[in-house]
């Protein structure tokens, strides 16, 4: 008797991994700013358009996921509050339009896309093997981005002209080669991303999804290009996020095996015994990293007091609901950038971190649990923990576009999760 046919790819399947695939075509033409935006609103709408016309019948949408809902209460919250903050400092409706735009092209998709992920039909394995043929396209362009700087090609080629649809400044839609530090005067590498420690957070995030490929030639290919991707960002965190976020998601995992605790207790044991020696390793290596470029931390720890300090004294409940620019001495950098959490307590106060930390501390619970079970609970971990990793050296939010293939796996493992409570229900368990 012959075997069925598979089922087709899902309409939103498809469209996933031609975006996801497509990643460098549409950066040539300055486009990934305005991707990411515009396939969260498709596929938000499409859930809402398939849930209104199929209510009540077997095709219905799966119901959200309780870590899902999370996610939405609080990005609700964050727009919320930057409305109170625009109200409470007398800025103006143009202001708190353009703002509330700017949350729907940032925060929002952190609610859009784990929905996307939980309810439609969008499978992990298509986005890991999509990450990975874009991998490998970045491994193959990585010597000519390399050899620019050497054959006096212009860092910038061109910005594009849909700079127009607005953002947060022109690097988001420019065709960059690479950069210059400014510390060393040496070039560092971007590849499709705004910045360089912006593209060793992609890289960690592709490294995440290629450890997860289950063919070894793809997986491969992934794993070299995203840290070939690392180390040309120059990026301290890059390298730090690369070294920590994968053994710590594989190693809580393990926890529900008896057998890990076994072995882990000799070498823990250790480690208390020597305590003292490897921490003060550890502060010497933190000196030497932070030595790195000296100028760089200067200028974020300056922007980090300002941000602290005009947050308690002059909005501590609802923020000032814009960024503004620093002084020379910040080299007039807005203050609250370079640090999620700065910058939502400047600009969104109290109550805007605070939805934040809610929601990235319930879903790195229902992670790790997952975890000890299914494959897709590891890798949305360690995406959580690269997220709170780079929350103390990038915004998150106006990097939300780029990291959107992770939010889509966070989505998928909530949806596992609530798989997994309605099994335990049905059995007569406790959830």
């Not at 960002?233 to 998601?249: C, D, F, Q």
Request: hydrophobic share 55%; proline share 7%.
């Amino acid at each position: 008797m012959a075997a069925p046919a598979a089922h087709p790819p899902a309409v939103e399947d498809r469209v996933v991994a031609a975006a996801l695939v497509g990643t460098w075509p549409i950066y040539a033409i300055g486009g990934l700013y305005v991707l990411g935006p515009v396939l969260g609103v498709l596929l938000t709408a499409l859930f809402c358009a398939r849930a209104y016309v199929r209510a009540g019948t077997r095709r219905a949408p799966p119901p959200i996921p309780f870590g899902v809902w999370v996610w939405i209460a609080a990005m609700a919250v964050m727009l919320l509050a930057l409305l109170m903050g625009h109200w409470t400092q007398g800025l103006s409706m143009g202001q708190t339009i353009k703002s509330t735009i700017g949350w729907a092209k940032g925060w929002a998709l952190f609610a859009m896309f784990p929905l996307a992920g939980a309810c439609l039909n969008i499978k992990a394995e298509t986005i890991i093997r999509a990450a990975s043929v874009t991998a490998l396209i970045s491994l193959m362009l990585t010597p000519l981005l390399f050899m620019a700087p050497k054959i006096g090609l212009p860092p910038t080629l061109f910005v594009s002209p849909l700079q127009a649809v607005g953002g947060p400044g022109p690097e988001f839609f420019a065709v960059q080669l690479y950069s210059m530090d400014p510390g060393d005067g040496l070039p560092r590498w971007r590849y499709f991303t705004p910045w360089s420690p912006a593209a060793a957070m992609i890289g960690n995030l592709y490294l995440i999804l290629a450890i997860e490929d289950r063919r070894a030639a793809w997986r491969w290919i992934g794993i070299i290009s995203a840290l070939t991707i690392i180390v040309l960002s120059k990026s301290r965190l890059g390298l730090v996020a690369a070294v920590i976020i994968w053994p710590t998601a594989w190693g809580v995992s393990r926890l529900g095996r008896p057998g890990v605790w076994l072995t882990a207790a000799p070498p823990v044991f250790l480690l208390l015994l020597l305590s003292g020696p490897i921490l003060n390793v550890l502060d010497q290596l933190y000196m030497n990293i932070r030595g790195m470029r000296a100028d760089s931390s200067r200028v974020r720890e300056a922007l980090g007091r300002l941000a602290v300090d005009r947050w308690r004294d002059d909005a501590p409940v609802w923020g000032h609901g814009v960024v503004e620019s620093g002084s020379h001495y910040v080299q007039f950098m807005p203050i609250g950038s370079h640090h999620t959490w700065f910058g939502l307590l400047f600009v969104k106060g109290a109550v805007g971190a605070g939805a934040l930390v809610v929601a990235l501390a319930w879903s790195v619970i229902e992670c790790a649990a997952l975890s000890l079970t299914r494959r897709i609970g590891r890798a949305a971990l360690a995406i959580l923990l690269l997220m709170i990793l780079f929350t103390i050296g990038e915004n998150l939010e106006i990097l939300a576009y780029l990291l959107w293939p992770g939010l889509l796996i966070l989505g998928s493992a909530m949806a596992a999760c609530a798989r997994g409570r309605e099994q335990t229900l049905s059995q007569g368990g406790v959830p």
